[in-house]
């Protein structure tokens, strides 16, 4: 739709950024790219990048002048695990030029790594406001019902296409935290649609135990609800500077969503007078509270991590659900992360249900590829590739699925129609082991059953009968001579010899 070109300002002999449409003749795609440069014109801060220019080519086509930013983009670390320290710096960043776009009325709506761009210096520039909203001036470039934004990081309202507001953009940004963090992106899937579905139905991910103090926050930025994320960007700028110190400080749960006045109420706790003891039941008390605080917060953290390790393993299953990854490749595969958190927890609800799934979705294949062999009279042959086969390999999942029985049923009627064909032909030995083949399926099925029992017709062939005239033409013959004939001679011996 646009194409970037590296350009040169001579009259200040700099190097610029061109934004070229590529395709004129849409008329809203125009108006959308020209507001991106009134929009981002109107902004002046450092994590928003500067626009120069924008007007039309002699071949009608628009174009936007901005600042040349060589350094790339976020997505140079697609793959990596940042540490924490420094994927909360790169957010904090974006949410610095966030603050300043959505004070100006704007939701950006693609908050996404390829549109974070990098200084010379290394720090962080919002970009590419194509789709962004401006609030105070209604503009509908959106037709009704259509979705845009980047499928990997929009929010579940945006898939629904619902009226958005500046918490969708924290929804984003909380994605490419949590992809900060991962090294990838637990909602991207192998297509659109599959994509979508995650960021509406697939809970929030788990973050590894090592890292998991900053659950709390992830939970909040990617909750599907916008009603239970921050209320603003600058809300939560106000967590992130203070996030060093809250990592820092154990006598604050690192699981309580942290506040500004968190910090104030532990200080106030410490600022308590205690009345005064004596030196040995001040070592006495300080000893015991510490052994019962050291069991107990050890306690606390073997379930935790063990918690945690769970949480880990479910959210791996069903990203690999997401992926297709059912039962394979060994030990990387959704069966294998459900089993493993049963081996932890063996009453663990998520597990057994994620187990479910696979099952369903395993019969549900086997009874598709049933069905298709079916269709292609491959009904037992050949080995483990037919319809039967098929079947029954849905039954040992499912002994009372009523589609594969059904199927079974279908195969056996197939078997006695042809069987009774070959009846009719004549073809008595195909005729019976198309019987057998049936039987092997329903053994009791009656109407196979008297198939195979029918007896065999006697047939004779036109060579007996031939054998038979022949053999008879003599002894006709025979009884002829010995009839008396009109000679009277041999009348006479005759009677003498009788």
Not at 56 to 69: H, N, S, V
Not at 179 to 184: Q, S
Request: proline share 6%.
């Amino acid at each position: 739709m646009a194409a970037v070109y590296l350009a040169t300002q001579e009259s200040l002999n700099r190097k610029v950024a061109i934004k070229v449409l590529t395709q004129s003749e849409d008329r809203a795609f125009i108006d959308r790219f020209v507001s991106e440069a009134r929009i981002i014109a109107t902004l002046n801060h450092p994590r928003v990048i500067t626009v120069y220019d924008v007007a039309q080519l002699t071949d009608g086509r628009y174009y936007i002048a901005m600042e040349y930013l060589p350094g790339g983009d976020l997505t140079r670390y697609r793959g990596q695990a940042l540490p924490v320290d420094l994927a909360l710096e790169f957010i904090k960043q974006i949410a610095e030029g966030l603050s300043a776009v959505h004070r100006n009325g704007i939701i950006h709506r693609d908050i996404k790594p390829g549109n974070i761009l990098f200084r010379d210096d290394g720090t962080l520039v919002l970009t590419d406001f194509g789709i962004a909203k401006d609030k105070y001036h209604d503009l509908d470039l959106t037709q009704t019902g259509m979705t845009l934004g980047s499928p990997s990081y929009c929010s579940p309202e945006q898939t629904y296409c619902e009226p958005l507001d500046a918490r969708t953009d924290i929804y984003s940004l909380g994605v490419i935290l949590l992809e900060l963090l991962l090294g990838y992106n637990p909602y991207k899937a192998a297509n659109y649609t599959q994509t979508v579905i995650n960021h509406t139905q697939m809970p929030i991910p788990a973050l590894p135990v090592d890292i998991a103090e900053w659950q709390w926050l992830i939970n909040r930025m990617l909750a599907k609800a916008p009603a239970d994320r921050f209320t603003n960007i600058d809300e939560l700028l106000q967590v992130l500077p203070d996030a060093k110190t809250l990592a820092a400080l154990s006598i604050i749960d690192p699981t309580e969503p942290f506040t500004p006045s968190l910090l104030r109420t532990q200080t106030q706790k410490g600022q308590k007078k205690i009345r005064p003891l004596t030196i040995v039941a001040w070592l006495l008390a300080i000893c015991i509270a510490l052994g019962a605080a050291g069991t107990l917060a050890w306690k606390w953290k073997q379930q935790y991590d063990h918690q945690q390790k769970i949480a880990h393993l479910i959210s791996e299953a069903r990203l690999r659900i997401a992926e297709g990854k059912l039962t394979s490749p060994e030990k990387n595969n959704a069966e294998y992360f459900f089993h493993a958190a049963l081996a932890l927890d063996p009453a663990n609800s998520d597990a057994t249900n994620g187990l479910a799934i696979i099952k369903a979705r395993q019969i549900e294949e086997l009874l598709r590829t049933a069905e298709a062999r079916l269709n292609e009279q491959k009904l037992t042959l050949p080995a483990n590739d037919n319809a039967v086969y098929f079947y029954q390999q849905a039954l040992i999942l499912d002994p009372d699925n009523a589609t594969a029985n059904e199927g079974l049923a279908r195969v056996v009627a197939a078997y006695i129609a042809m069987s009774q064909k070959s009846w009719e032909r004549a073809s008595y030995a195909e005729a019976r082991d198309l019987a057998n083949k049936g039987l092997s399926i329903d053994p009791s099925n009656p109407v196979l059953s008297e198939l195979l029992k029918r007896p065999i017709p006697v047939q004779r062939t036109n060579s007996v009968t031939r054998v038979e005239s022949i053999n008879a033409a003599p002894q006709k013959n025979a009884t002829q001579q010995r009839r008396p004939g009109g000679n009277p001679i041999e009348r006479f011996f005759q009677r003498i010899f009788q």
